[in-house]
């Protein structure tokens, strides 16, 4: 299959989201053309093409090995590709280090890793970049600044903005994260698997959470092998097949049938529910 047969159905006029809302239809926020990246003999994305919107939560999904990571690490400035372009604001870009992906306003959220364990939650949110007053750090307004975020927010159960990561859970870990995104003013959130770890009380929050940052205009990408989770959370629903893009469909032009299909085999039979949708040959 050739990325031109690719079921695409981002923005038709007219189209809209599962919210009742119009389909974004302007410039990508974000934009991958042809991206491909192998490792050795390992073509792990092959000529992939994907808009992400802002205001949209696009929903990333493919089997084991399919390339989701890689997409995501190609975009986090983690992996530079080696063809392909990336385009922001319609601009193309490179991303060749992670500082890179973060000057233009793109932070990734990871299970574990983004945070330090031994610092607290204002310490984790202003790390490398701390306010200070005179040769001191302006403690205060750090806190106030950290406290307010994660209450917009309106998902932390954290008691105490000064107890250390170590000492919360899965999904107070991805909450203080994603605040830590929301207070940088990030124009494009990535999740990898933010739920595999939850429970069902975090992973509500945690979904809860990633409308949030949409209905603020972020962008968010969304990796998970959680259809439930999935359908509850996403706009759109792009789907991986060996390193290829195979679909970027409205979620509410989808059934779980389709995605499970798409998935598995790269194509699905199903009718999608909208005359504008066009499955590849
Ligand atoms: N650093 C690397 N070196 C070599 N091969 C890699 C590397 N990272 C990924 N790959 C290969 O690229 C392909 C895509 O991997 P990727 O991690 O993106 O999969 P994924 O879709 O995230 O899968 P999963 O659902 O298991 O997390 C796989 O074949 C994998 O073995
Ligand atoms: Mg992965």
Redesign the pocket.
């Known amino acids: 299959m050739s990325d031109s047969d690719a079921i695409d159905a981002v923005g038709e006029d007219g189209d809209t989201d599962r919210r009742g809302r119009p389909v974004p239809t302007g410039v990508p926020l974000l934009e991958l053309r042809k991206l491909s990246k192998h490792?050795?003999a390992?073509e792990?994305?092959t000529e992939v093409d994907l808009q992400v919107h802002a205001g949209v939560v696009t929903a990333l999904v493919?089997?084991?090995?399919?390339?989701?990571?890689?997409?995501l690490?190609t975009i986090a400035g983690i992996?530079p590709p080696d063809g392909g372009l990336i385009l922001w604001e319609g601009r193309p870009v490179h991303i060749r280090a992670p500082k890179d992906a973060a000057s233009l306003g793109i932070e990734t959220v990871y299970q574990d890793l983004a945070l330090c364990n031994n610092l607290d939650i204002v310490q984790n949110m202003f790390l490398g970049r701390e306010r200070s007053r005179g040769i001191f750090m302006d403690e205060d307004s750090m806190e106030t600044a950290a406290v307010e975020t994660l209450k917009s927010l309106r998902t932390t159960t954290v008691k105490s903005v000064r107890q250390t990561v170590a000492s919360l859970s899965g999904g107070q870990r991805q909450a203080v994260a994603v605040a830590k995104a929301v207070m940088w003013n990030s124009k494009l959130v990535i999740m990898?698997?933010p739920t595999a770890a939850l429970g069902v009380a975090q992973t509500a929050m945690v979904l809860a959470m990633t409308r949030r940052l949409a209905e603020r205009g972020l962008a968010v990408i969304f990796?998970s092998?959680n259809f439930n989770d999935v359908f509850e959370v996403a706009d759109q629903i792009a789907v991986?097949y060996l390193?290829r893009l195979v679909a970027s469909i409205p979620a509410a032009h989808l059934d779980r049938q389709m995605v499970v299909d798409l998935v598995t085999t790269g194509t699905t039979t199903r009718a999608i529910a909208t005359s504008t949708n066009q499955i590849g040959a």
């Open positions: 490792f050795g390992v792990a994305l493919g089997d084991n090995g399919a390339g989701k990571s890689v997409t690490k992996h990898d698997e990796v092998h991986l390193g």
